[in-house]
């Protein structure tokens, strides 16, 4: 495709040109030709008037008697000088150096004549007040062999000539297209998949402007292919862990239940199988909760109502504060009060699991707040810990489902990996975003905020 | 019979694990992470390595590209093809899938351990002494004639002793899949046995279940 192109603009383009030089130089010849023809004329036509004036005076001097000596000495003389004469007196043939073959002109005129391979100028005269007819003959086949050596420079200069274009024209050509060629090379890569590549842009033509163009439309294509690829593998990912959080239990609760059926075993290891399968159980019957509730935010979407803020923490705060305590970890709420457009059960998932993961990030002495910030019309609802904090590397990948920063903690404690993916489902469905700042050691502030105003809630399906 | 290392993180799944191959004569220790599990494998060089690809840490893959000499079972949850095909490229003796019977797990380990050659050719109990390499039987080091149905079956209950076997995977394992009879044939061969080898203690009748052979 690329050659063909180069090779027709190249090839069309010498061909053009062969045809418009051969034809200036053939033009040329036939020009140059035609100017010797007629300089050759004049200067005979001149040659032969100086003969018959001078024939005439010494006719008239001589007489008609010695005419025919005149006519020989007159013959012989030119014919040195390379000019053939013929005299007709009365049609009668007097002397005469012209072959015969060659025709007499009409009177007073000029004639080109071909004879034996040769080209003759020839021209007739009444002289001597019409007593005499004088016909003049000159060799003029120089005429032709300048034409032949004239056309011979010629040919020859216009094929070195369409030689040297051709090289020319070649190189020059190359070079034009040579932008075309890598834009042709680099789009090619592309195709093939190699998104790496980027055509060359410099310079303002036509070619650049496309290649800009093209670079642009490949990092476009690029980006949504690696977005594409995230997102397949972000799911890929994600189906592998459920597989994995799913069939683990399945394989404990199977296996210890084969173990109690088949194994001949002491009454105390039975217990302890059974205690398994039945933790196992649990394991599972909470991860197709929360597999549950996501899947019901994703087709109900929620039904947001007015409520308190801080009747809501409050009644939160007296339920999970037993499980606190236990820890040794103090739980405030200092919730302000403020009414909030959400759904209120799913506000509860989030905050109740917000508050669980605070508790147990923290050691024992360690203090969970609850409060409220508002601002204007939207309400920042926070769960502050004095736990052990996260690093900015882990913060980047809480909300990922079955990321857990510490894998046999929280398996320990029942976790199923999914809590956050889940709280950032219900933010988002409220149209608004779960943040975290933290500090290893430190502890992790997690905030949501809330607008106050029914128009300001934008639901997200 | 064998020293098997069985690395998994799930606390309940590597007990199981670890109590079952213990009950059918293997010499089992546990390992919870990638660290833990490389350095045992040095320390202890056991014959099998049962390893679960998703460990925290450094993953079951990872180990695989580590270990040379040593077979390694590895234990997936993923159904997808590419997991298998991977462990196996990385030279995986076997693969299997949770939830799996560990009855399967058995067979497996067995089977490895048997290829690579890491497993005792013979087992003793009373005065009778299976030779299962060349697949015969002696009791006071006279040969018993066993039919090679009867021999399977023994070798089956032998390899999960301590294990009470359904009469179904017993039907399952022993005769494989060309054979759709019900399952007295099981029965039936069971008596042969307990006739030829006078084991009628050894392979207890489990209630509701199928046979176990104790020891």
């Known amino acids: ?461 | 019979m064998a020293k098997l290392l069985i690395v998994d993180d799930e606390l309940p799944i590597n007990r199981l694990v670890c109590k079952n191959l213990t009950l059918v004569g293997h010499e089992c220790i546990p390992a919870y992470d990638g660290v833990q599990a490389l350095s045992l494998i040095k320390s202890e060089q056991p014959d099998l390595v049962i390893l679960d690809v998703m460990l925290p840490g450094i993953s079951g893959f990872e180990i695989m590209k580590l270990l040379n000499s040593v077979p390694v079972i590895f234990v997936t949850a993923k159904t997808g093809l590419d997991d298998r095909i991977k462990g196996l490229a990385l030279g995986a003796d076997d693969y299997i899938v949770k939830p799996f019977e560990m009855a399967e797990l058995t067979a497996r380990v067995q089977a490895v351990l048997r290829r690579t050659k890491r497993d005792a050719s013979a087992f003793s109990f009373d005065d009778i002494t299976v030779d299962f390499s060349s697949r015969n039987v002696y009791k006071n080091g006279e040969h018993i004639v066993l039919t090679p149905k009867e021999f399977a079956l023994l070798e089956l209950l032998i390899n999960n002793r301590n294990l009470a076997l359904s009469r179904e995977k017993i039907l399952e394992k022993v005769w494989e899949y060309d054979y759709c009879g019900d399952t007295r044939t099981v029965d039936v061969h069971v008596q042969q046995l307990r006739h030829k080898l006078g084991i009628k203690d050894r392979i207890k009748t489990v209630f509701k279940v199928g046979y176990r052979f104790e020891i």
């Open chain 1, 1 to 461: 495709m690329r050659m063909k192109f180069f090779e027709r603009t190249y090839l069309l383009t010498f061909i053009l040109f062969l045809v418009f030089l051969n034809a200036a130089v053939f033009a040329l010849a036939m020009y140059t030709f035609h100017n010797n023809i007629e300089a050759a004329e004049s200067v005979c036509q001149t040659e032969f008037l100086s003969i018959t004036d001078a024939f005439e005076k010494d006719y008239e001097y001589t007489g008609a008697q010695s005419a025919g000596l005149l006519q020989a000495t007159y013959g012989k003389f030119y014919k040195g000088k390379n000019i053939s004469l013929k005299f007709i007196t009365d049609g009668n043939v007097g002397y005469s150096s012209i072959s015969e073959s060659i025709p007499v002109p009409a009177e007073n005129t000029l004639s080109m004549t071909r004879n034996d391979g040769k080209r003759y100028i020839v021209i007739s005269k009444d002289v001597c007040e019409g007593a005499v007819t004088m016909v003049y003959s000159k060799d003029v086949s120089y005429l032709d062999k300048e034409f032949t050596r004239l056309c011979i420079v010629f040919v020859s200069g216009s094929l070195a000539a369409s030689l040297l274009l051709g090289a020319v024209l070649y190189f020059v050509l190359r070079k034009l297209y040579l932008p075309l060629v890598k834009l042709r090379s680099a789009t090619g890569d592309i195709a093939n998949g190699n998104f790496s590549v980027r055509a060359d842009d410099n310079g303002d033509d036509e070619v650049s402007a496309l290649a800009r163009d093209f670079n642009i439309m490949a990092d476009k294509v690029s980006r949504q292919i690696t977005q594409l690829k995230d997102t397949a593998d972000r799911k890929q990912n994600m189906l592998d862990n459920l597989a994995h959080e799913m069939r683990t239990p399945l394989t404990a609760i199977h296996g210890y239940a084969e173990y109690i059926c088949g194994a001949k075993i002491p009454e105390d290891e039975r217990v302890d199988a059974a205690k398994y399968i039945m933790s196992e159980s649990m394991r599972l019957k909470d991860i197709s909760e929360v597999l549950l509730d996501s899947a019901f935010i994703r087709e109900n979407g929620i039904s947001p109502k007015e409520f308190s803020l801080r009747g809501f923490a409050y009644r939160i705060c007296n339920r999970l504060n037993k499980d606190a305590r236990n820890r040794g970890v103090e739980l405030l709420c200092t919730a302000e009060d403020s009414c909030i457009y959400a759904d209120e059960p799913l506000l509860d998932i989030l905050l109740s699991n917000l508050i669980e993961n605070a508790v147990k990030s923290c050691k024992e002495n360690g203090t969970v707040t609850v409060g409220t910030e508002i601002c204007g019309d939207t309400v920042k609802l926070y769960v502050k810990d004095t736990g052990i904090g996260m690093t900015q590397e882990q913060l980047l990948h809480i909300t990922e489902p079955f990321y857990r920063t510490d894998k046999s903690r929280s398996r320990a404690e029942g976790g199923t990996g999914l809590g956050l993916a889940l709280c950032k489902r219900i933010a988002e469905a409220h149209g608004t975003s779960l943040e975290f700042a933290s500090e290893p050691q430190k502890g992790t502030v997690a905030s949501v905020n809330f607008t106050t105003l029914y128009n300001n809630l934008t639901t997200q399906e």
